[in-house]
């Protein structure tokens, strides 16, 4: 068994999972239950000014009979009386010592008001405080949450306040509705922070009720921009972790990152500290299947660190960052072809019509003969299971056409039936950035671009 | 008595369209004798879009609702599907039901009749070939007469096959959709009763005969006037429930799709025992598979190689099946080994009905017509055309080749109505010139 226990900025919690702020921790009672589930961590439900909500709040995306692959969110930060709380707070760290109890914090742009919520959170017990520069709506409306994460200025004021009064840890929590989150990063570092967490939700509408034509979710006819989450962003979250665990000033300042957006199991878990994260935080999954989840995150992230031979979180936090790159240093020589495994095919032609329309015409379908077959080819007349089974085609990439695309891999419904297989091109290594350093020429002009093509072997169909 | 499996629910209906994937050129639409377009339609229930689905479906099958019922999907699209060999195929027949069942529940019409042409066609039994013949002819704007001699229309859709498979309604809904294409379907008219040939010739363009098969063969037995037809057997099920007379031990004659179909209805109306005899074995037998399998759970027992000789009977009353043993001999004409009986072997099966469902007589209106025929079946071309010009055929009453069932008939009603459409625009085509 791995050892799951991190140490966070000074925040310790026996396995690297906490619930992110947002509603599965809005009370005290119901972290209670989480932690009696095994959650590591819970970030309580932002607290601060005061607010009042209002319902319909939440949307979702639904795709292909899956539900709820986003949600989306017009709920404003917790509308519970501070006091109350403030007392549940220190009621759940009381009760539970190791586990890691982080407050957000979101209270108008002032010192005072800043420093008044800070010392009421410290006096609780809590291990941590996290800082809500990310809500995209309502709150930003008031001059809060994503208002002050999108401007790096605001971002390392507001640190700044907070960090001259704060004793325990704290962590910045960005916003993704920025075209990088680096300088707000750099910013909050900057002022002192001890720690980042992103992502926050993603500026969204969900959709458009097509019986009413009433946005979703409804508000009395109205309806708007709400807060994005859940499996379908988990690829941008993390582009925006390794966009930070690339850049050499958060690298240098060695402060840990919470990682969230989209984390569903354990798998998603492993991508997420294998980009960087050291902490994760989880919403949209417990708010699809409750608290009984983390079960599968920590037996499932155990098995896999075993199987690796990892056998702390730190072994693996940061693994794959080496390898995230830009375009201009891709080996332009790397090659890979498509090939259809004829034993596992099933014969759907997904791949065929999906190279034939929209990639590169380089499958064909062949008959037990070897002969070139069109779709739709039969007669009319033929008919039955056995005729229709035993006349179907093979799908088969012509190898020398194929440019390793890899779509076909990505639409075949049957796991391992098309492998991506590397094969040597003849070309010398070769990056971009390498290639218009010795001919600046390519990058600008067709021909030049044609005759460097022809001399190295290029062809392009 | 009611349908076998119940409706798929919207939720059931949008998670199985999901599972679908959606194939390229699916091997089920070539599986499928009328090539319905499945990908399509299922894709179509996964996006709402459920008059586009039946349309689909009825574009390809106008007895879309009838197929998706009885159609023996096993060895057609759902036996083809990509997910069989290590998953579960697709309900495509559960599917196909939904989508069907939508717009006839409500009512909704998804063709238009063509604008009119002038040609007049007659069309001869108003079964799923005719019917099908007729309403595609009715879209391409034909007006189309169709003469049925029994009461309601829709051939053993409406009276053959058991209310487990396919409720009345069902097949009912079917016609009126092509009535409501402005087909005229005229019961009770029967060629050669009240129905002369040469009116017909005289009066129509064309002519599609879609008689269907006669009844049931005679077994040539002692006592086999007390054997009840398998046919009739299930039209009263379905016409007169009440009126069904079941057994308490019932013996079914025949191991064919109908005399299962007659097996299931006794038991499940009370027989207590209810056997198959047939002469050959169980690999000889006609039923599908998938019909044998589910006879033999609804408790059916079945002797084989056993062959009836004699009805036994004490004052108007079945005692007994008196029935001699067979074993298989040299290959017959039909290619399959010649059941012979074994000497010395009778003996009785104790009973109180007997049924018999082996197979119906060939259509007599081949001679009355003095039509060619092939194996005592109607003679047709590729083009559905029988030996006299303008007059087609197709469905039960042509099929020397292949298995008898609803979608080939459906097919041929379909690529007949085509043949014929050509042939009447090719005349329109001469007089304009």
Redesign the interface.
Known sequence: MADLSINFAGIKSPNPFWLASAPPTNSGAQIHRAFEYGWGGAVWKTIGAPVLNVSNRYGAWHY???KMLAINNVELISDRPLEVNLREIRDVKRHWPDRAVIVSAMVESTPEAWRDIILKIEDTGADGIELNYGCPHGMSERGMGSAVGQVPEYCQQITQWVMDVAKIPVIVKLTPNVASVVPPARAALAAGANALSLINTINSIIGVDLDTLEIIPNIGGKGGHGGYAGPAVKPIALNLLSSLGVDPVVKQSGVPISGMGGISTWRDAAEFLLLGATSLQVCTAVMHYGYRIIEDLIDGLNAWMDAKGFKTIADVVGKSLPRISDFKDFDLSFRAVARINPDKC?????C??ACNDTAHQCIDLVDASGNLVQ??S?D?R????H???S??PQPVVREEDCVGCRLCHNVC?VDGCIEMVELPSGRPSITWDELTKVRPEVGTDWEAMQRYREEVGIEIH | MSEYHPPLTDHEAVVEANRCLYCYDAPCTHACPTHIDIPRFIKKIATGNLVGSARTILESNLMGASCARVCPVEELCEGACVLGAEHKPIMIGRLQRYATDYVYQRGIDVFKPGAPTGKKVAVIGAGPAGLTCAGELAKLGHSVTVFEKRELPNGLSTYGIIVLREPVEVALAEAEMVRRLGVEIKTQMELGRNLSWEEVRNNYDAVFLSVGLGSVPQLGIPGEELIVDGLSYIETSKMNPSALQVGREVVVIGAGNTAVDCATIAKRLGAERVTMVYRRTEKEMTAYPHEYEFAKKEGIEFRFLTQPVEVLHEGGKITGLKCVRMQLGAPDASGRPAPEPVPGSEFVLPCDQVVKAIGQEKPAVAKLLGLETEKGFIKVNHEFETSLPGVYAGGDCIRAKGSASTVMAVQDGKLAAFAIHRRLVAGLEAAAD
């Open positions: 292909g009979g899956q099933i014969r759907c032609n997904l065929y019509v779709p739709y039969y009319v033929s008919n039955g299971k005729e229709a089974v006349t179907r419904p």
